[in-house]
């Protein structure tokens, strides 16, 4: 079995950006939101399951979840929430595993999870979890940006988030990135060669 970091952090944080340069060293990156937009996506795994639960009102004309229609449900409705991440989070541990088996031949393999401090199956998966941290107003102030959004509404998902130091206390590794993609790089290329030379014990 390939070695399998877990890779979380809160909205903004860095995930994306720092999975990317990872994969620039040759590792393997499992990416559970994608694996979620493509279950959802027109023709998914996950839509007759959420069309029985939630009725047609939260699938589109051309077969896809409307996500803005249930973004907007969950934000509001914990129920709904759980609900809809009780159909979706065992199809993402399938997928994950599925496409886990595929990149054995990497030096070791980098799975992005958001939701990994709530995710025990995740964490099960994960030899290592690795959480890139940055301040608050650091992670508004990309948000607003990336997602053209108001500083309420980011805050706004940040309070759903699972808090900082609760994800901080999983963590094997922390990436701390609050300075510049130079220094974020460096941090990523040593932590690679800690990676390299570690075995999977599974
Ligand atoms: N060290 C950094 N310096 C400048 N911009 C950054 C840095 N890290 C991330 N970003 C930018 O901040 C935004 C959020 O990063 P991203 O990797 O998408 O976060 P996440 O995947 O955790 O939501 C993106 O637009 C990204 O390009
Ligand atoms: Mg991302």
């Known amino acids: 079995m390939v070695f399998c970091v877990g890779l979380t952090g809160g909205i903004g944080c860095g995930k994306s950006t720092v999975a990317e340069l990872f994969a620039g ?12 937009r493509q279950l959802t996506n027109s023709g998914g795994q996950a839509i007759a399951a959420i069309r029985a639960e939630f009725g047609n009102d939260y699938i589109t004309a051309e077969g896809s979840l409307d996500r ?3 973004r907007k449900l969950i934000f509001a409705d914990a129920d709904a929430k759980r609900c809809l991440e009780q159909i979706l989070h065992p199809l993402i541990l399938e997928q994950a595993r599925l496409q886990l088996d595929r990149l054995q031949d990497r030096p070791y393999v980098i799975i992005v999870v958001p939701l990994l401090p709530e995710s025990p199956a995740f964490q099960k998966l994960s030899q290592r979890i690795l959480v890139v941290d940055c301040g608050e107003n650091t992670q508004i102030a990309r948000v607003s940006r990336r997602n053209r959004m108001s500083e309420a509404e980011v805050r706004a998902i940040i309070a759903q988030q699972t808090p900082r130091d609760q994800r901080l206390r999983i963590a094997d590794d922390v990436i701390h990135n609050d300075a510049g993609l130079d220094s974020l790089a460096e941090r990523v290329a040593a932590l690679h060669r800690n990676y390299s030379s570690m075995q999977s014990s599974i």
């Open 25 to 36: 060293h040759g590792a393997g990156i499992i990416d559970t939101d994608a694996i979620s």
């Open 68 to 70: 803005i229609r249930m």
